[in-house]
């Protein structure tokens, strides 16, 4: 992918952004969701900007993977934030299931109500009617809504499905229903259907292949490390007030560190929170004293930490 | 398939775009017709006569795995070629299906230096990359026949582990809510306490599978093991190959017929019977999965002589990483009555 995406055509301004049937336009935003996502400090590339745009216009799930600490949570907030929608999460793990996600009826208050509605009727003298009874138990006020029917009833919202690898195979079936319906059957109330689709996003960290026919539903979005001009930027815009020379250091120096065969080469969120580090200790430029001092930082393990720690003077040389 | 679509119209990108998508399938990523059909859409929603727009409608919608995006980089390059000012211009000629080549047989292979038949031959470490598809169909008849009946009287019983989840159980810790619907039953009359404990899950379990030369003729026999593993438990178990590189054969053991998921597995790998990088190539694996997740609580068994070409160093950082991960190692080596059973550096 590297080879088409720095090969130079890339085109400045994706023309079609200007169509007006874009629902960022009609919410006000500017020009497509690259631009969008720039107001909320999420800095997308043609890629990712025309996956959220193909994703709100073909009405499709964005399923993101990509390394850890690349944004694939963090674009769900931002696309939230731009939107204007509330941002739903529902985090998967093992074992999860359709109560947990979707909904599940809340039987102490319905025991509650029963108990209430017997002393009443017992004081008053009057029979109960069992059906109403019945009838009376299963009300909405009774629902629990999980985040799948809570996205469905709330428009707009986001419907970020965090670490969807994490569960079961059942778990995905049952995804794959709701996310092509839109709509959820409950046995005593009846179909909950979404007025407006919420725009789902789905991440990955590929711990377990997810099954094909999820995936074929989705759009599939890749998410690399950026490139040293983009991850400066990023440090720009997440830090403002970062001194240039700093955040040109720190942004190099992660992407050496990248390159040296680490166990867990650093994402996008600790190059932020090394540029933070450095920035609380009050350093105006990165030299081998202050690395060596933030380091915990940016790597996160031992071995790693050892070995990067004796060559420094290497990385931070440029 | 190349002469039966028409050459395309410079007004109509129809059947240059749906050309595409065959030269992709062909190279291998998993193209359906509902993928085409969004596919298609996508770019109606975009520019079609903007390269950039093109590349991404097609990599969002046809790709659904990271090895899909070199091939897909590669197809899209051959395909598109990039004309004046960014415009597409879409070219009238497909690319050839990939060739197939012939099968590595034992002979081959060891016709460099010492005898042909000579087994010793088998198990050197080669440092040359071979790339070629295996043909498993060449086996025999007969010795396919034995094989698949000695194989399929295999019933492997997959590993468990305990779940989070709790299920009604003879022992246990109390079950409140089934003792209250019990007792409910009974017009409230408590008569007995239901129970509940930890039910129980198939743990996760990763065949690595040394496909290098010296492992060559175990190689079949074990990719049919897997298979059967594989099918015994779909969804917990994954297998890899190891040679010059990774590969993941998971998906085409998943296959319920042994004959199309060993052709399947046997065309996606593409170091069969070449050399030996164990050591890089597990660091790959630790890396690219184990550490994610694939190898954290699973049991892993490495199908392995252990033969290394390039320092051992690599290999024993990588198997301790390895077994820090996972819930227990088991290392598998068929050569262990001849040779030594530790990895063992190969001049």
């Given at each position: 992918m590297t080879g088409l995406t720095s090969s130079g055509w890339r085109p400045s301004g994706p023309s079609c952004w200007n169509r007006d049937r874009s629902p960022l336009e009609r919410r006000g935003v500017p020009r497509g969701p690259g631009g969008g996502l720039r107001s909320t400090g999420y800095l997308a590339d043609d890629g990712l900007a025309t996956a959220a745009y193909l994703a709100m216009q073909m009405n499709r799930p964005l399923f993101c993977e990509g390394e850890p600490g690349t944004g694939k949570t963090a674009l769900a907030q931002a696309l939230a934030q731009v939107l204007d929608a509330e941002l739903i999460r529902?985090?998967?793990?093992?074992?999860?299931?359709?109560?947990?996600?979707?909904?599940?009826?809340?039987?102490?208050?319905?025991?509650?109500?029963?108990?209430?509605?017997?002393?009443?009727?017992?004081?008053?003298?009057?029979?109960?009617?069992?059906?109403?009874?019945?009838?009376?138990?299963?009300?909405?006020?009774?629902?629990?809504?999980?985040p799948i029917l809570r996205a469905l009833q709330t428009s707009p919202s986001?419907?970020?499905?965090?670490?969807?690898?994490?569960?079961?195979?059942?778990?995905?079936?049952?995804?794959?229903?709701?996310?092509?319906?839109?709509?959820?059957?409950?046995?005593?109330?009846?179909?909950?259907?979404?007025?407006?689709?919420?725009?789902?996003?789905?991440?990955?960290?590929?711990?377990?292949?997810?099954?094909?026919?999820?995936?074929?539903?989705?759009?599939?979005?890749?998410?690399?490390?950026?490139?040293?001009?983009r991850e400066i930027q990023i440090l720009h815009s997440r830090l403002p007030g970062i001194p240039e020379r700093l955040a040109a250091q720190v942004a190099g120096a992660v992407r050496k560190l990248r390159q040296a065969d680490l166990l867990k080469p650093p994402g996008v969120a600790e190059t932020i929170d090394w540029a933070r580090a450095l920035q609380l200790v009050g350093a105006r430029h990165l030299d081998v004293d202050t690395a060596a001092a933030t380091l915990g930082a940016v790597l996160k393990y031992r071995e790693d930490a050892d070995r990067i720690r004796v060559q420094l003077d290497t990385l931070l040389a440029s | 398939m190349g002469?039966?679509?028409?050459?395309?119209?410079?007004?109509?990108?129809?059947?240059?775009?749906?050309?595409?998508?065959?030269?992709?399938?062909n190279a291998g990523?998993?193209?359906?017709?509902?993928?085409?059909?969004?596919?298609?859409?996508?770019?109606?929603?975009?520019?079609?006569?903007d390269r950039m727009q093109t590349y991404w409608a097609g990599r969002l919608t046809l790709c659904s795995d990271p090895d899909d995006l070199p091939r897909y980089d590669q197809a899209f390059a051959g395909w598109f070629e990039p004309g004046e000012g960014g415009r597409t211009q879409i070219r009238d000629e497909r690319p050839p299906p990939p060739p197939r080549l012939a099968s590595l047989t034992p002979e081959d292979a060891g016709s460099d230096e010492e005898g042909a038949d000579s087994p010793q031959i088998h198990a050197r470490a080669s440092g040359t990359e071979i790339l070629r598809h295996r043909d498993l169909g060449e086996l025999t008849p007969a010795e396919r026949e034995h094989l698949r009946r000695?194989?399929?009287?295999?019933?492997?019983?997959?590993?468990?582990?305990?779940?989070r989840r709790l299920r009604p159980a003879r022992h246990g810790s109390t079950d409140p809510g089934r003792t209250l619907r019990a007792a409910l039953r009974n017009h409230g009359e408590l008569r007995e306490l239901r129970r509940r404990d930890r039910s129980q899950r198939p743990r996760k379990v990763v065949l690595l599978l040394d496909v290098s030369g010296s492992m060559?003729?175990?190689?079949?026999?074990?990719?049919?093991?897997?298979?059967?593993?594989?099918?015994?438990?779909?969804?917990?178990?994954?297998?890899?190959?190891?040679?010059?590189?990774?590969?993941?054969?998971?998906?085409?053991l998943r296959m319920r017929d042994p004959e199309r998921a060993l052709a399947g597995a046997a065309?996606?790998?593409?170091?069969?019977?070449?050399?030996?990088?164990?050591?890089?190539?597990?660091?790959?694996?630790?890396?690219?999965?184990?550490?994610r997740g694939a190898a954290?609580?699973?049991?892993?068994v490495v199908f392995s002589d252990g033969w290394e070409r390039g320092e051992t160093d690599v290999l024993r950082d990588q198997m301790s990483r390895l077994s820090r991960l996972a819930h227990r190692v088991v290392w598998v080596n068929p050569h262990v009555a001849r040779t030594a059973t530790n990895p063992c550096r190969v001049e």
């Open positions: 529902l985090q998967c793990h093992d074992g999860i299931d359709a109560s947990q996600a979707l909904y599940d009826w809340d039987f102490p208050r319905q025991l509650l109500h029963l108990r209430a509605l017997e002393a009443a009727a017992s004081a008053t003298g009057e029979t109960l009617d069992a059906d109403a009874v019945e009838a009376s138990l299963y009300d909405p006020r009774f629902l629990l809504a999980r986001v419907l970020l499905i965090d670490e969807v690898d994490r569960a079961d195979d059942e778990f995905e079936a049952f995804l794959l229903e709701v996310l092509t319906e839109h709509a959820v059957s409950i046995p005593e109330v009846g179909e909950v259907r979404a007025k407006e689709p919420p725009l789902v996003v789905l991440t990955s960290n590929r711990t377990r292949e997810v099954h094909d026919a999820l995936k074929r539903r989705c759009l599939y979005l890749w998410l690399d490390h950026p490139d040293l001009q | 002469p039966t679509l028409t050459p395309p119209q410079a007004t109509d990108p129809l059947p240059g775009l749906v050309g595409f998508t065959v030269v992709l399938r990523l998993a193209i359906t017709t509902d993928r085409v059909a969004a596919f298609l859409s996508a770019l109606d929603a975009l520019d079609v006569t000695l194989m399929a009287l295999l019933r492997p019983e997959l590993p468990k582990r305990v779940s060559e003729p175990y190689a079949d026999s074990l990719l049919r093991f897997a298979h059967i593993v594989a099918r015994r438990s779909p969804a917990s178990v994954e297998v890899f190959t190891l040679g010059t590189r990774l590969t993941r054969v998971t998906r085409e065309k996606a790998i593409p170091d069969w019977s070449g050399g030996t990088r164990l050591g890089e190539v597990l660091r790959a694996f630790v890396d690219r999965w184990g550490q954290r609580r699973s049991v892993i």
